[in-house]
């Protein structure tokens, strides 16, 4: 049995590598880089304007939750368990070197999660009749690049669903909680129960119970529902990690320029010996940017589908409000924990993976504060940001599925089922199979949405500019005449592939 899933392990791994070679890196980064030329470094420029955004709903637009609901919706699949344990895996896999390739796919991706945001809500589509929304990579590829392109709407569509049920949404967060979990209340085993002929703890069958129990009493009531716990729990858990870090970090003060130090140096492979240099900085370079996207999800195409269903009527507006979401999980969050595990050298412990390493990394750090409580925290953080993660994704799923079977609402109520067995499972499969298949995933997934994002960048670039030309010469935004998305659908799509720039974003959706 260990042979066979040997074979099967090392098959994953092979086509991971593959597809996260170095084209995809090259497409992820060329398109961040692209648009941040393009425009202009708004990800740097208007930060200010869009952290003031974030917390200030705006009125009168359409749409089923407000803009704080659609980001913290966004963020709920977003800071999960990739700022625990993705990072971790990163570090230990790829050496400190990956947190700098995590930073600078997030500096550039916040040009990309910008673009995502605003193209969601120019190309939703919005049922008059019911107020449901439907938005995001699958139509802006539809509606965008033109109905011969559908087909690349359908494939993003198809992944996106497999995200949700078989990487990011399910086991990998059920997988990282259930481990947390039977490590600070069973670390030894020693109650177990035999399921398929392996043992497992009694706390990992009872919380992975517990958990589809409570995701199926959240996913079954849609989106609002979602949204709502979402906005009450997020915020919360994000305070309290990032506290919890900074006593960490500001109590070990001395170690914070040679943990930097440290993190450059392998970022460019100095720490290698000569000839392994350039294997160590692709290897950096490939974990990195993989759970850095892993983790902030930009380019990957989730967050615009939540972005989609904000109350808005400025599809740049919400590209500012959905690029805060990039800067949180990684300039912030996944940052915390990197320093912390640089910092005191948990990544070089042998044997330890996933959520221990981060624990031994606090535990070590907070000398002054009992193991058991170090433990619990993370425990928390970890199930609260992993449990978050996983409706998230169930939404994302759904809406993806929504549109790749023609609006069958029948399909997406036994994928909520089925999403909700996955959820069960997760905790029974290893940590190195689940967060190898997520990763494969969100490389299928994003390959469509990157090609999408640099075809409409003349879209993006126009409507950009056309909302701080008319911001500047009202000298306020709630002075600013409406620009209703969805107002015209009857203007055929525009082929930006075909189209000059001067002419890209004419069409108002």
Known sequence: MEGFFGVINDALVAIDDFIWGIPLMVLILFGGILLTVRLRGVQFRQLPRALRYMIKNETGGEGEVTSFGALCTALSATIGTG???????AIVTGGPGALFWMWLAALFGMATKFSEGLLAVKFRSID???GHVLGGPFYYIERGMGMKWRWLAKIFAFFGMCVGLFGIGTFTQVNSISTAITGFFDPEKNITVNLLGMDYSIFTVIGSLVLAVLVGLVVIGGLK??????ERVIPAMVVLYVGFSLVLICTNLDKVPAAFVTIFQSAFGLQAAAGGMLGAIIVAMQKGIARGIFSNEAGLGSAPIAAAAAQTKEP?????VSMTGTFLDTIVVCTMTGLALVMTGAYQIPGLEGAAVTTAAFQAGLPFIPGQVVSFVLMACLVLFGFTTILGWDYYGERCLEYFSNGSMKAVKVYRWLYIAAVFIGPYMTVAAVWTIADIFNGLMALPNMVALIALSGVVVK???DYFDRLKAAGTEDAMAPHLPGDNWDIPPIDPLN?????LGTARG
Do not use: F, W, Y
């Open 316 to 320: 740049v507006r919400q590209g500012l």
């Open 128 to 130: 008059k009749k019911t």
């Open 83 to 89: 700022n625990i344990v993705g990072v971790a895996t």
């Open 225 to 230: 529902r979602i949204a709502k716990v979402s």
């Open 499 to 503: 189209t000059p720039d001067s002419e």
């Open 463 to 465: 409507e950009t500019r």
